[in-house]
């Protein structure tokens, strides 16, 4: 019997074709657009040499055991990994990829300026006033939102994302911009684009503060309360990295306090539960996991799912082989 691939979710297709044509294996999709069922997921599992699972499926030792010995792969389809049970996959042998690439960073970094400017314009508010049939006239104190030219950017977390938001920040409006990242970035420091600074001093520093930090026992809840009674009253927040990285109930007092000006939010701590709190409230705009959702990264998370699996049946070290992380 040829070996199964098992794709938990029907993806966009330029991965799919990749692993169909090789005729070693045998290529099973779960057919229907939604999140598998936990109970088929396992099911489904069973006997497969590789996985291509995405972000909202859990992959643990109860996967794992039900897989059986067969799986030897799991090839995640997202940059993030915190999903994979890194420690129990290490522990049977079983190489895990992700997706990262300069596509995709840049397609998060878009995301993540398109998040400045709609809290700096308000344009979520204001097209809802437009449509609402509520604009009677022009007026010169009316929605007043504010400028990003003249402001400073804090960013935590300087990896592909973090430095196209700096560079692209930098190069287009010439904003002044601050970061923290457990390590120095010596990019964005020799080409003088951003200045480190300490966590506390971004938060004290910055006017729109922007987080690109992966998921790790380390960066859980790592803006609670206390980090953001650090930030300016006038002050943004913005999150498209994970969502257990801000204590959630926390953002949504400060928010309600208006402690902070706004925020811009991607993902959330219990998805895709999103508080009706939040919701509720004029000074965010918040998207449903989004920040990747273009056509075109996509198709390249796709493809580079299937290229590491290919690899790995090669024989070869596949391109975004993870390793675990604190
Ligand atoms: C990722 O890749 O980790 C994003 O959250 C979804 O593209």
């Known amino acids: 019997m040829k070996p199964r691939i098992f794709v938990t979710r029907i993806i966009p297709d330029e991965g799919l074709k990749l692993l169909r044509r090789d005729k070693r294996v045998t290529v099973d999709v779960y057919e229907h657009d939604k999140i598998i069922p936990r109970t088929e997921l396992l099911r489904r599992v069973k006997g497969a040499t590789a ?15 039900a897989a059986g010995p067969s799986l030897r792969m799991v090839a995640n389809y997202a940059v993030g990994f915190d999903n994979v049970d890194l420690t129990e996959a290490a522990k049977r042998g079983i190489v895990v990829t992700n997706t990262p690439g300069l596509e995709i960073a840049e397609t998060v970094a878009e995301h993540t300026i398109a998040f400045i400017f709609a809290l700096a314009h308000r344009l979520v508010e204001t097209d809802q006033f437009a449509r609402d049939g509520k604009y009677h006239g022009w007026g010169p104190q009316m929605l007043l939102g504010t400028d990003v030219i003249g402001k400073t950017l804090g960013i935590i977390g300087t990896g592909k994302i973090g430095e196209g938001v700096v560079k692209r920040m930098y190069e287009g409006f010439g904003v002044k911009i601050v ?22 001093g971004v938060l004290k520093t910055a006017d729109f503060i922007s987080l690109h930090v992966p998921l790790l026992p380390s960066t859980r809840h790592l803006i609670g309360a206390k980090q953001l009674k650090l930030m300016k009253k006038t002050a ?18 400060a928010l309600q306090k208006k ?20 919701r509720k409230l004029q000074n965010v705009v918040i998207t449903p ?25 090669d024989g070869k070290t596949p391109p975004n082989a993870v390793k675990t992380q604190k």
């Open 179 to 200: 970061y923290n990242d457990v390590r120095r970035n010596e990019t964005i420091e020799k080409e003088e684009l951003a200045t480190f600074m300490t966590l506390e």
């Open 289 to 313: 996991h989004t920040a990747s959702a273009t056509i075109e990264t996509r198709q390249v998370m796709s493809r580079r799912a299937a290229e590491n699996i290919l690899a790995f049946l």
């Open 51 to 65: 996985i291509l699972p995405i972000l909202t499926d859990k992959i643990d030792a109860q996967l794992f055991d």
């Open 236 to 253: 943004f927040l913005i999150n498209t990295s994970r969502g257990p990285v801000i204590d959630e109930k926390a953002l949504i007092a």
């Open 259 to 278: 402690q902070i000006a706004g925020a811009g939010i991607d993902v959330y701590e219990h998805e895709p539960d999103i508080p009706l709190a939040l």
